[in-house]
């Protein structure tokens, strides 16, 4: 891996010498595919955004997952120069330390994005993100932001009303944090990819499945055999990271630093926006279409604190052995008890 970044490295840097003050273009890979909403809301919207608030001196260019390097080998590949940045999952580097998946999605944790970005810029959690890309990236990665854009719808075959109703249930589920957090739960966890969720769920492999949010849930056409969708979700809310080449990111004067954490936090805002307003206009129509035969669960706010409670145990024991995973954990359940979510 990291003898084919270096190969790639050497025209990155070359390309960035000498640039501080001339206009740059940055390559940035995500975690999105090219035809998805919200890389073509970024391309089409806030590219332009960000080359009219630096007066052209910054510009970006966007490229899909895994079009430059696997998708979870940014880090390194930014480290390199390969990439001067990516904005992509927190829980992709995972395997390097389960700090990673904790700072990444805390599974049933906050009840709104709003909730968890704030961590993020307030509670501490982008200077514990940046303490671990400072250790697994050499020092070579600048984080400039983290926010999650949605909470996940839960996608059910069957009636899942209150958290009694997992108990027995056969789940689709990541391995990891989430799995532990439904067995916890009483669901029986089944490790599938994403491409035989349809398939698992119409044939009865699974009844329930974490996958993705409302909007998308549709667009795959999951609620015509999941007709029971818990909206909003009850579970999963991935944080999107956006980090950039620390020596090209010092390089810059302090305006353009400015502007690209000015950017990134008006860009998350927006795109939270627009699938708040997508999941909420699909809900009102499935609501109101009585042919149907959908049901929009809703779980009460009891139900969803006994899983947050659940959760914490699991979240606790994922932590234990590793310290920066621990701190993780105790950072934010101090940030939670701040917000009223936990006692």
């Known amino acids: 891996m990291r003898t084919r970044i270096a190969a790639l490295a050497a025209a990155?840097?070359?390309?960035?010498?000498?640039?501080?003050?001339?206009q740059q273009t940055w390559k940035v890979q995500?975690?999105?595919?090219?035809?998805?909403?919200?890389?073509?809301?970024?391309?089409?919207h806030w590219l332009p955004v960000l080359?009219?608030?630096?007066?052209?001196?910054?510009?970006?260019e966007l490229t899909p997952a895994n079009s430059v390097v696997p998708y979870n080998e940014t880090m390194d590949a930014i480290a390199q120069g390969v990439l001067q940045g990516d904005f992509t999952a927190t829980v992709y580097f995972s395997g390097r330390n389960?700090?990673?998946?904790?700072?990444?999605?805390?599974?049933?944790?906050?009840?709104?994005?709003?909730q968890l970005m704030a961590y993020c810029y307030h509670g501490g959690g982008r200077e514990l993100l940046q303490e671990l890309f400072d250790k697994y990236s050499g020092g070579g990665v600048k984080v400039i932001g983290c926010a999650p854009v949605a909470?996940?719808?839960?996608?059910?075959?069957?009636?899942?009303?209150?958290?009694?109703?997992?108990?027995?249930?056969?789940?689709?589920?990541?391995?990891?944090?989430?799995?532990?957090?439904?067995?916890?739960?009483?669901?029986?966890?089944v490790a599938l990819p994403a491409s035989e969720v349809y398939?698992?769920?119409?044939?009865?492999?699974?009844?329930?499945?974490?996958?993705?949010?409302?909007?998308?849930?549709?667009?795959?056409?999951?609620?015509?055999?999941?007709?029971?969708?818990?909206?909003?979700?009850?579970?999963?809310?991935p944080v999107l990271q956006f980090t950039v080449n620390k020596a090209a990111y010092e390089k810059l004067p302090k305006s353009l630093q400015t502007a690209l954490d000015v950017w990134y936090r008006a860009m998350i805002h927006d795109l939270r926006m627009r699938n708040d307003i997508s999941d909420r206009e699909l809900v009102a129509q499935d609501m109101?279409?009585?042919?149907?035969?959908m049901e929009i669960v809703n779980w009460s706010q009891k139900d969803r604190d006994a899983l947050r409670k659940i959760a914490r145990g699991a979240w606790e024991d994922f932590a234990k052995g590793d310290p920066l995973a621990m701190k993780a954990y105790e950072s934010n359940i101090a940030f939670m008890k701040k917000m009223g979510l936990l006692d």
């Open 199 to 237: 398939t698992a769920l119409e044939k009865g492999v699974v009844d329930i499945a974490d996958f993705s949010t409302y909007t998308m849930d549709k667009s795959f056409g999951l609620h015509k055999i999941a007709k029971y969708p818990i909206y909003p979700g009850i579970h999963s809310m």
């Open 12 to 22: 990155g840097l070359v390309a960035l010498a000498g640039t501080a003050q001339a």
């Open 288 to 293: 109101a279409d009585k042919a149907s035969g």
């Open 51 to 60: 080359a009219e608030m630096t007066e052209g001196k910054l510009k970006i």
């Open 151 to 189: 909470r996940e719808s839960f996608t059910a075959k069957v009636p899942i009303r209150t958290i009694d109703d997992l108990k027995g249930k056969k789940m689709r589920s990541p391995e990891g944090l989430t799995a532990e957090v439904f067995k916890r739960a009483g669901a029986s966890t």
């Open 30 to 44: 995500t975690s999105m595919q090219a035809g998805e909403f919200f890389y073509q809301t970024i391309e089409k």
């Open 98 to 114: 389960k700090a990673f998946a904790i700072l990444g999605d805390l599974v049933a944790g906050y009840d709104h994005p709003d």
